[in-house]
């Protein structure tokens, strides 16, 4: 191998990483992006099993936008990054089934249109209108008040926290300061929203992965407003499109990738410079180095001793608490959605709306039978081969339940759990699938484990607690990278889990590189 | 929208707002920090299921005749080799001449027999089989072997096969059958087995003992051997037919697995037709890379027996190789002693994933295992593309 020489090496090309890459590559920067698969994406990939291509992850993106009016992570993709994706729409927020807190059952969905959703929350639980509409401000303010905030973030202070506007905020966001750090429950008690309709919104929970009698308002209240206003969203060409899309963006940009190379430590001189990254094809000369790798394992197993980690970093990381991990059955039948009476894309069947109950049953292995199911071609027909239908079914976990079974018993322990979450499915909905499987594929946190190399097969980074709100961690975004020239990005940096959210803080971390670079 | 007033809310909530940070760094100012970064349960578990690779001694040797020899292996670190669902086959990876051969190779031992320590698999050597003849010839017992972990997708989902599965098979197509009788017989797999092996006399018979065996222990398997050269008691006369299957099948539902050569496929494909059989109730496990691609519909002859000049692009680094248009990509890579991770040799298992650059290549429907984007950012498996041209090809690491 000849002498390797990058103005900057991306480690991991999942969609921080493949952002980030594209950040620095846009700035005219040689970039090297590695991954130790010999597929990039990370979490957006998709696999073939028989006629059928399965989507590995991607069930809705969040906050998109639309052509001439894109939402903040719409903008960076479609507008900075300038990549040709093609998306498909979905009109509607989702479709639930289960028993409230005060025992009454719902089985509704919410359509998309603030408007509509006011309203249809009202026909729902009676006296949500005007708690919705408060809401439904509130909201829009946290989104405005984040866009504001993610535009300003280049001023650092003394402490290392970013320099923010306070005048401006109080000016404008006021509302925002109010109730942006509060629990998203304790807000929505607050502001006068009926419990059953309390319940009835807090079933996004499992896309965050937290319990929202803690969470902080703006985190749901950010989600809630994207989807409602701008329509979740999905690629007609499923996650591995999107990432060939950011893929050949790259490349056009002059940037390498090299797939199935594993970067074995991250090397610097005796001074601490960052000077490379030996890599299993040999080293690689560079000063700057993003990893979109856990903090933990960069710290702990990527650095060589060279590299000094402050003691302030191993502190955070031992401070901060794995996020979640799923078990995901993708499912394709051969029957089309028309012949099974599939109207809807997303079904959240939490059996019990009691958000405290879930995140205690989501500790489990017997009691967590809590899925979410998205049904793909109900808004694209070119999902599966005519006459079929493709399907996922999730649980998500706030710990680790799956470490200790054994080998031997472990495709039994999938088995039963499907078997329940179908029998659910079948039962709530009326729709009957178990006959019409052609192919499944049953995955868990080992599965992500292997695939991801992510600590305990989490997929969401680290868990967005109280004390580790999204707002605390943007915060701190310059705090939490002290090593010059090393910087991690991905679902466990600042701006937490979610398509969205790690292609939004890979953008942000190549910026940050960007300036080291120009000093 | 107008801006609301909220009565319950003030000052103290923007104080609040603004200690957030600060909370948080004195948080993570009063942790004890501890250096971890490794042992997770859930990523043990993984690695031990899926391992890159495993590093294996030749226990004993079990000479099959005709071409046919069973090696048992043991992990040479005493480890057990990785659980596996009964049908999965092992890459056997051999350097020859310095170069790096890869081949997939059916596990003939159940999976309950790693939790002994032990893995089985049979080999055949096969007419032009470079590796398979190279096995038989060389290996011997205490040498070291090294495959990957199981791989593979040829084996019982209940929810998706019927409880009653007809195993068609030929050869030594019968390993990964003989696997799932063995399941089955250790309670690792639940569902009613019949095989319909097909050999030419009763002497071609492979793993009669095995069998008999795992029927003394379960009456969930049953084997019906169907000769095509030789009549014999207790056994069927002639090919395995749909009139045969219906025979077996009785008039329960039932899925049909076939694992044999490609010829056995192109009879029991249109036996599978005839007796109506649907994607989800015909499943068949891959028989490895394509020969004589020219007899294929759409192959354009002028391309056959060409030699091309094959650009390869390995991180950073370039190659310029031949490159045989009877022969798949990955053969030339093979061949150069550059050959990138692989596993399937069959289109399927995406692992040789490569990307065109220049040029054209010829990749059969059958074999056709990509991923939609793939196809459309000119993405191919070189293990089921055949070169129709001088061509560019980026690859990934071969380490």
Redesign the interface.
Known sequence: ??N?KFDCVVIGAGLAGMSAAVTVAKAGKKVLLLDQH??PGGCAS??????F?FDASLHEFCGLGKPGDWALPGRIMMEDHGLNIKWIWIPEMYRCIGTTRSGKHFDVKLPTGVDNVIEKMEEIVPGSREPM??F???A??CVDANDYFSAHMSEVKKDG?LKTD?LYF?KNF??F??????PFNEVMR??GMPEDAIDILDVYWTYIGADYSKMSFVHQAWMFYMYAQNEPSITR??A??L??AV??RFRELGG?L?????ALKVCGDKEGNITGVLT??GMVETNYVIANVNP??A???LLDENIRVP??E???V??EKHGI?FFNAY?AL?KSIEELGIKDYTIFMPGSFDNAKNIEDSKSYEDNTHSVVVIYNVVNPDASPEGTTVMTFTICYTE?V????T??E??HRK?EL?QKV?DNFEQDTGIII?D?????ELAT???F??FL?T???TTYGYMVDD???M???L??IR?DQPIKGFKTCGAAGARGDGYNMTYTNGNDIGKIILEEMEG | MSKVKLRKYGLKDIIYFTNKPKEREKRIQDTVPERSGANFKCNIKAAERHPDEQLFIIDKITDRGKGVKTYTLRKKDGTDPAFFRAGQYVVIRQEIDGKLIARPVSISSGPAETLEGKLEVTVKEVENGFLSKYIIENWKEGDEVRTSGPQGLFYYEGFRDEPHVIACSGGSGITPILSMAKAIASGDEDFRLTVLYGSRTKEDILFAEAFEEVMKATDKVKLVNVLSDEVAEGCEKGFITADLIRKYAGDGKYSLFASGPQAMYNFLDAEADKLGLDFKHYRKEIFGSIKEPWTLPGYPEEARDKIFRLKVIMCGDEYDIPCNANENMLVALERAGIAGPNRCRGGVCGWCRSKLLEGNVFIPELTDGRRGADKEYGYIHPCASFALSDAVIEVPNRK
Request: charged content about 30%.
């Open positions: 191998m000849g390797k010999n597929l998709s696999f073939v099993r028989g006629r291509e509409k408060v439904m401000s509130l829009k303010e926290f306070s109080m006021s509302n300061l109010k109730v942006a750090e509060r607050n502001i060409d499923n591995h499109g990432t060939m893929i050949e390498e090299w797939l199935n190379t594993k299993d094809v933990e394992i710290y702990n197993k003691q302030r191993y502190k955070r031992a401070a991990r499912v051969n680790d799956w470490g200790d079974f080998q031997r472990y495709v088995q499907f179908m178990h019409c499987i052609e192919e499944i946190p080992w599965t484990a292997h190399n600590p305990e097969g004390w580790d709100t707002l605390s961690r915060m701190a705090k």
